[in-house]
């Protein structure tokens, strides 16, 4: 069977033509709206650097925004090819849909992580004691919070977690109070307990002057006279005073002849006689 060469050309060329147009089309839909969507990235990105957003979620929310405007650009793209769309929107929808379904606690953990983010409960850095454990802050990611306990443990703390208990911040403030009960016997002087509590507080090199120290009897116990000494120190000379501060108050307690009493108990033994 004879073909004509130059009908079946002729029949090609529009549809050459329309090809080569959709196609042209696609390319500059493709090249335009990518770069439409880094300025349009690159400009929420820069409005939240002015509002001092974390760099976590500054780029976070940067990629985000960038993979959704790509997103519309491929459909564009698509749609320019001649692709119907329709169907596979629908299907991408009902992909996301059992996505979303199966990582609720993934998604729980971003929205928690974006909320950190933006209200700063803590920071890098921060001590802090939240969903049952204690330490640094050594990072902030979008899902989890990472601690390093005293002992150098690394816990890795899911942010959903964080946000749904108590967060306390031990580094948010510049001073803290550090809190000492010290004992001694119901037949020392109190009036000598206290001033030698008072020269170990005024001699520290971690007590500051102001807010001014707490010395008071506290409870008359069961063994001993319990006096609370409550200086303020500096948030990062906490232990270091505590310790100190203890070892000194023994010290000079056995210097002066104070005793520190021990719970102790008489026991009384009655003879019988038959």
């Known amino acids: 069977m004879d073909v004509d060469i130059n009908a079946l ?29 880094r300025a349009i990235t690159n400009a929420i990105k820069k409005a939240m650097a002015r509002s001092d ?9 940067g990629n985000i925004v960038y993979t959704v405007l790509m ?37 729980s953990n971003f929205a928690a992580g974006v909320l950190i983010i933006l209200f700063k409960p803590y920071r890098v850095g921060d001590y802090i004691e939240a969903a049952g454990v204690a330490g640094s802050v050594q990072s902030l990611q979008i899902f989890t919070t990472i601690l390093k306990t005293p002992d150098n443990k690394v816990v890795i703390v899911p942010n959903s977690q964080v946000t749904d208990g108590v967060i306390t911040n031990y580094s948010t403030n ?43 009897v506290s409870e008359l116990a069961d063994s001993s006279v319990n006096f609370v000494v409550r200086p303020w120190v500096k948030s990062a000379d906490y232990w270091n005073a505590h310790f100190t501060l203890t070892e000194t108050i023994k010290k000079r307690f056995d210097a002066a002849g104070i005793s520190i009493p021990f719970p102790q108990q008489d026991v009384y033994i009655h003879q019988v006689n038959d």
């Open 71 to 107: 997103a519309a650009v491929l459909l564009g793209v698509i749609q320019a090819l001649g692709v119907q769309a329709t169907s596979l929107v629908a299907l991408l929808g009902a992909a996301g849909l059992a996505v979303g379904l199966a990582l609720q606690g993934s998604l």
């Open 53 to 61: 957003v974390e760099d976590t979620l500054e780029t976070f929310i």
């Open 174 to 216: 510049d001073t803290r109070r550090l809190d000492l009960v010290a004992g001694v016997s119901y037949s020392d002087d109190l009036d000598k307990v206290h001033a030698v509590l008072k020269e170990i507080i005024d001699e520290s090199e971690y007590v500051l002057d102001t807010p001014a120290p707490t010395i008071a």
């Open 9 to 37: 050309i002729e029949q090609l060329q529009p549809l050459a033509v329309t090809a080569g147009l959709a196609l042209l089309e696609a390319v500059l839909i493709f090249v335009i709206g990518r770069w439409v969507a």
